[in-house]
T-cell receptor, first 116, second 108 residues
Framework: DGGITQSPKYLFRKEGQNVTLSCEQN?????MYWYRQDPGQGLRLIYY???????QKGDIAEGYSVSREKKESFPLTVTSAQKNPTAFYLC???????????????FGEGSRLTVL | RKEVEQDPGPFNVPEGATVAFNCTYSNSASQSFFWYRQDCRKEPKLLMS???SGNEDGRFTAQLNRASQYISLLIRDSKLSDSATYLCVVNRDDKIIFGKGTRLHILP
């Protein structure tokens, strides 16, 4: 079945370690997004990519990095520079805008990162 | 000022009642608008897109007022299963921004 796969679902790391969260989609979508969600908060945009080999910073990009070497993959690295990395991370993709596209974002099930 | 603002609630509403949520956005260049629903510890799911002409999907009605930069969602005949967080979402040049969400509790 087509969809977005995030891994791992749960991740524990020590403070000061870099962590890479995986996001893979087989929906043939051009655009991909990374959001962070803290308890009781909405989703905050970290990075997004509209096309392969290109990406833009969102509202809270500091301490994160991404790459978009393949259309299907948009991994997120949480670096040691991120001051409060413990959060729920959501990856999403969206098809190109067109007459049949409602603009819906398709989400993965998320990755819960806990930094000890 | 945040780009998308919503009343966080919670709204505690008896089953069968009508409830309305509002959302404001700050950037007049925003191009498209959505309401998403998020259940506890789950990923958000699209509820409906929002158009200036207004649109309805069963018990749900959404409306956009571009002049006032205001989006609304109306739920009629609320059900217990409507309990969730409702997220207002705005797109500007592919930058898709979520509001913090409004929590709704439907009471039996």
């Amino acid at each position: 079945d087509g969809g977005i796969t995030q891994s791992p679902k749960y991740l524990f790391r020590k403070e000061g370690q870099n962590v890479t969260l995986s996001c893979e989609q087989n929906l043939n979508h051009d655009a991909m997004y990374w959001y962070r969600q803290d308890p009781g908060q909405g989703l905050r945009l970290i990075y997004y990519s509209q096309i392969v080999n290109d990406f833009q910073k969102g509202d809270i990009a500091e301490g994160y990095s991404v790459s978009r070497e393949k259309k299907e993959s948009f991994p997120l690295t949480v670096t040691s520079a991120q001051k409060n990395p413990t959060a729920f991370y959501l990856c999403a993709s969206r098809p190109s805008w067109g007459t049949s596209n409602t603009g819906e974002l398709f989400f993965g099930e998320g990755s819960r990162l806990t930094v000890l | 000022r945040k780009e998308v603002e919503q009343d966080p609630g919670p709204f505690n509403v008896p089953e069968g009642a009508t409830v309305a949520f509002n959302c404001t956005y700050s950037n007049s260049a925003s191009q498209s608008f959505f309401w998403y629903r998020q259940d506890c510890r789950k990923e958000p799911k699209l509820l409906m897109s929002v158009y200036s002409s207004g649109n309805e999907d069963g018990r749900f009605t959404a409306q956009l007022n571009r002049a006032s930069q205001y989006i609304s969602l109306l739920i009629r005949d609320s059900k217990l299963s409507d309990s969730a967080t409702y997220l207002c979402v705005v797109n500007r040049d592919d930058k898709i921004i979520f509001g913090k969400g409004t929590r709704l509790h439907i009471l039996p």
